[in-house]
Structure formats: structure tokens, C-alpha cells
């Protein structure tokens, strides 16, 4: 390196460039998420008998404990409990895997990514969206005799309230150095609280794929690595045209199965065409 | 007049190596010792010295272990160190400033 300051400058934006190539290993969590997404469809099929009351005239239907990602169409028997806890347990194993996996390559390449950040989003991601959209429903129901989701005018200033009291948030925890614990937690919690605003609008029941996205847009800025990033942006529009639309009813079949199948594929290739992008760099590098 | 912007350089920062160890160490949760070695390409005992020098003035954290029967040292930076490689950054955009004009 030399001495004089911009010549130091410059030395020093290389070695920051070559420092983040050596740490990227972003190919594992993106095949690892892909894996989740394409067993999913597996499970869709396997709706259970709907339940009878004790008088036999009732049908009562379990709506299961994390309905958020329940396919609503294909639940008309009742609650396809395994597809929920497939999404629940698959989600919190890939996010501690892929956590798992920078500390391991942490110890063969010398250089640890700092995943603290992307953990936190993601949690707060998993939560806000399995556990704050029920509560949150549960106390507009409650107090305003309505849903949310038919009621934009309710939902949509408590979802910019929470992203603009995040945003305050995180831009005083990084700002002041006192206010970094306080600032994480409000910034965590009012993140949550848009989550589940958002979770709303997810009528086709594939709240872990918009999950998902939330999670690597946060692991892209944790890598600053602009193939995450763009991975990670389409990556959240074809997820968030799955949740509202999707590609799978218009394959004309009755099989459960092949309409998540159809819905989830999209999503699913854009991380395989971006984890084996990431493998080939990385090879490449070494 | 505003303070000339060598005022604002640090004199256990202000060494190149020791911004080279501080710039690794900003991009990473914690960086092993061999890694900084191979990095910088400095010996042993250089690096050792210009890390002891960075850890007692409270801008590196070092953390000492074993891979199997392999000692290996790893050092994170301190709320401290960042505080200390931006302000370093800044003065010396600013020298490169005052100099452009």
C-alpha cells in the first residue's frame, strides 16, 4: 500500500472489494431455500377428513396453529396441519443452517460474514408474519367488527406507520450510539407489526416464500453482494405474485400437488439460477 | 478558517497496515490471523505487533482458540475501532479534497 491519501484510498477500496469476495458463500443458503420451496408442493396434497362435532352435524375445521401459510383453497376439509409446520421447521432450520454455514466456512476461509443482522430481519419476518398478522386481525376483529383484509383504509396506515417508525428506529440506533439497544428492539418490533400488515394481502397461503425474500434481501446488504441483491428483488416479485396470484390454477387440474408445484416453481428457479451463478463465481475465485 | 484536515488523522490508525487490519476487520464479524497475514503480506511478527497495538488502544477485540490441536487467533473490531476508521476515512477524503482544489 502506499502513503500518499488517495493512493491509500484506493488501496484500501480494494482490499475492501477483495475481503467481501472472499467471504461471499451465499450459493448454500440460496439452494438450501430452493430445496424448501420445491418439497413444499409434496405436502399440499394431503388435506385430512374434516373433523366432526360430537352431534355429527358439524364439520369443525382446525385452522391449525401457523394458518399463514395454509393454501385457503385447498383447506375446504380442514387444516393441513403438515404443510404448516413443514414451512414453520423448515423455515427456522434453513435460517440456522445457513447461519450454521458461514461459521463453518468461517473457519476455512478466515473471514466470518456477520449474519446477526440477516437473523434478525428474518425473525422478525417469521414472527411479524406467522404470529402478529393472527393478533393483529384478532384485535381489529375484535374491537372493529371487521377484517383487515377487506378494510385497506385500517390496514394500510398501520403498515406505513410501522415502516416509518422502523426506519426512525434503525436510523437512531445506528445514529446514537446509546439509543443502538433500544433502537434494534423498537425497529425489530414495528418491523414485526408491518409484517403482519403485509401478511394480510397473502391470500394464497405462501407467506414463507415472501419470508424468504424479506430474509435474503437482508442477507444481501449483510454480503453487499450485488447477485444476492438482484436475486434476491426478482426473487420478491415472483414470490409476491405467487401470494396473489400465482401461475398454478391456470393449469386447468384438480391436483393440489401440481398447482403449488406450478405456483412455487417460479420462485424456486430464480434461486437455483442464482445459488448455481454463485457456485460458478466461487470456483472461479478459488 | 476551518482546521486543517490532518488534524483529524490518528496516529495509532494513521499507518497503513494498521488501516489495512481495521478496513478487514470493519467487513467482517471477526477475521482469523492467518487470513490478515496473507492479506496484507506482512510476517508474523509485524502483524502481531501493529494487532497488540490496535487491541490496547481499544479498537480490535482479540479472541484466542484451537481448530482441533491448531492454535488460531481471530480478531473483531470494537464499536470503538469503527468509530475510529471513519473518522480516519473522512480526514483523509477531505486531504484528498483540499488537494483536488
Partial sequence: ?286 | MSAHPTNGLNDVVHQRHRLGILTIAAESKRVEFGYLREALDLTNGNLSRHITVLNEAGLLDIEKGYEGRRPRTWVSITETGREALAAEMSALRALVARHDH
Avoid at chain 1, 90 to 113: H, K, N, P
Avoid at chain 1, 143 to 157: G, K, M, V
Wanted: proline share 4%; net charge positive.
Fill in chain 1, 1 to 286: 500500500m502506499s502513503d500518499s491519501p488517495a493512493e491509500l484510498l484506493d488501496d484500501l477500496r480494494q482490499l475492501r472489494r477483495k475481503v467481501r469476495q472472499d467471504r461471499h458463500g451465499h450459493a448454500f443458503p440460496l439452494l438450501l431455500f430452493a430445496g424448501l420451496i420445491l418439497v413444499a408442493p409434496v405436502l399440499y396434497g394431503s388435506d385430512p377428513w374434516p373433523t366432526m362435532s360430537p352431534d355429527g352435524r358439524h364439520v369443525l375445521i382446525e385452522r391449525g396453529p401457523f394458518e399463514v401459510f395454509e393454501r385457503p383453497w385447498v383447506r375446504w376439509g380442514g387444516s393441513n396441519v403438515l404443510i404448516q409446520w413443514y414451512w414453520m421447521l423448515g423455515l427456522v432450520t434453513c435460517f440456522a443452517a445457513s447461519a450454521w454455514w458461514y461459521r463453518r466456512r468461517a473457519d476455512v476461509a478466515g473471514i466470518e460474514t456477520d449474519t446477526r443482522g440477516y437473523l434478525t430481519v428474518a425473525g422478525a419476518a417469521l414472527v411479524g408474519m406467522v404470529f402478529g398478522e393472527r393478533l393483529l386481525s384478532h384485535i381489529v376483529s375484535a374491537t372493529l367488527d371487521t377484517s383487515l383484509y377487506s378494510r385497506p383504509e385500517i390496514n394500510l396506515p398501520i403498515m406505513i406507520g410501522a415502516v416509518a417508525l422502523s426506519g426512525t428506529a434503525i436510523f437512531a440506533g445506528t445514529r446514537w450510539r446509546r439509543l443502538r439497544v433500544i433502537g434494534v428492539f423498537a425497529a425489530a418490533l414495528s418491523a414485526m407489526v408491518a409484517f403482519a400488515t403485509i401478511a394480510v394481502y397473502m391470500i394464497n397461503g405462501l407467506a414463507g416464500l415472501l419470508i424468504i425474500a424479506v430474509a435474503l434481501l437482508a442477507l444481501a446488504w449483510a454480503e453487499r453482494s450485488l447477485l444476492i441483491a438482484v436475486t434476491g428483488v426478482l426473487f420478491t416479485a415472483v414470490s409476491l405474485h405467487a401470494n396473489l396470484q400465482g401461475v398454478g390454477l391456470l393449469v386447468g387440474s384438480s391436483d393440489t400437488r401440481l398447482i403449488a408445484l406450478m405456483d412455487v416453481a417460479p420462485p424456486a428457479a430464480v434461486l437455483i439460477i442464482g445459488g448455481v451463478i454463485a457456485l460458478v463465481q466461487s470456483r472461479r475465485a478459488a
